[in-house]
């Protein structure tokens, strides 16, 4: 059958739509800020393979305890696919994401990477506890780095974001990490995890934290704009 291929096996757990919203989320971000094509097709694949990479991560972290709550949609936890072709996959696209990202620069080329290691990083540690945030915050605090010091064929630019940029990005991170983890709080909570997202939600519920985690996004990302209008994305020389 063709969903238990290995291709769609792999692209399930890759977390497709995260991985897909945050590329063209990024790419987005790339083309407003007045970046050509070609560089922005190249934020866009090269963030696409990084968020496959820590997709993956996440999955062979939680194999077993996927396979324990029976969450659909993990082939990993649901042995559909064996973790040794996960890690293949993982090492190739590593070979395919380091010279992507270098190919905008050393610098937004290391500062991409560095997202992709605290990804990792974030799916091992911290979860857990009230720090959850942190990791999603330092991943997207790098992406306006990413994009000013970007550039073609590794002739990046020397100049870094704004700081205003870097914080509203920050606080847009945190937003995102409550949102993502509203559909998991039930088993975090079986399971004695106290992240700072099931914290709020055991004081406020999980549908008050759900609306207000829509607006906390939808108000960030309007502030993102008008910083992004005033400021712009790099400082200015």
Known sequence: MLDRSLPVLLLRAAHPRQALLTAVGVAVAAALSGRPGREVLLVLGTVLVGQAIVGWHHDIVDRAR?????IPGKPVGEALIDPGTVWFAIACAVLLVVPL?????????TSYLLIVLIGLFGNVTLRKGWLSWLPWAASFALYPAYLSYG???????DTPPEVAITVVAVLLGVGVHVLRSLPGLVVDNQDGYRSLPLRIAMKTGATRLLVAGCAYVVLVLFALLVVAQQVGLAQQS
């Open 101 to 109: 990202s270098v190919a905008a620069g050393v610098p937004a080329g």
């Open 66 to 70: 996927d396979a324990r709550h029976e």
């Open 151 to 157: 550039g073609w064929s590794g002739s990046g630019s």
